[in-house]
């Protein structure tokens, strides 16, 4: 990398280096869901329930972090209104997801603690509802990654 190349890289602010870590946070619970998911569950429904349960009430944590970072006072959107009021429109609709987001966990765990998996809930549909979530919450991670991108050109990642 030249001299210049170091020169041209943006800064990366507190708010973002804490974005970047929360990003990360979140892609684990992700991960770490979508493989509760997947384990063997027939004949073992209800550990299989409880097991995907608590992996989805650590999603719920960590999404309330991400949400706090983000729309606090002096969190990331403040930052990049400041920075780029251009994207104002693209943080609104990423601000609107966020209680959809955090409804749609929050009725699949009081699902998974109110109906047994198999006749009343299917495991095939539980996994699809699941799966939904899951998908929801990685395009609402794309969305947020293009967001930080316009505004800073940079990549925040968050995967270690």
């Known amino acids: 990398m030249s001299d210049q190349d ?3 890289q943006p800064e990366m602010t507190p708010t973002l280096a804490e974005t970047a870590r929360r990003r990360a946070d979140l892609h684990h619970s992700l991960i ?4 509760t998911i997947s384990r063997p569950a027939v004949g073992r429904e209800t550990d299989w329930a409880k097991n995907v349960l608590r992996r989805l009430q650590d ?14 006072p002096n969190g990331l959107y403040a930052e990049i209104s400041a920075k780029s009021p251009r994207l104002a429109s693209k ?9 959809e987001i955090r409804e749609a966990t929050s009725q699949l765990a009081a699902r998974l603690e109110e109906t047994t ?5 299917p495991l095939s549909q539980a996994r699809d509802d699941l799966q939904r979530l899951l998908g929801r919450l990685s395009r609402h991670r794309q969305l947020g990654a293009d967001l ?4 800073y050109n940079l990549d925040i990642g ?3």
């Open 148 to 151: 930080v991108w316009e505004a």
């Open 91 to 99: 943080m609104e609709l990423l601000k609107e997801e966020h209680p």
């Open 117 to 121: 998996i198999g006749q009343e809930w």
């Open 59 to 72: 999603l719920a944590h960590t999404l309330d972090e991400h949400i706090e970072v983000t729309e606090r």
């Open 158 to 160: 968050g995967i270690e």
């Open 6 to 8: 170091e020169f041209d």
């Open 32 to 35: 770490e869901l979508e493989q």
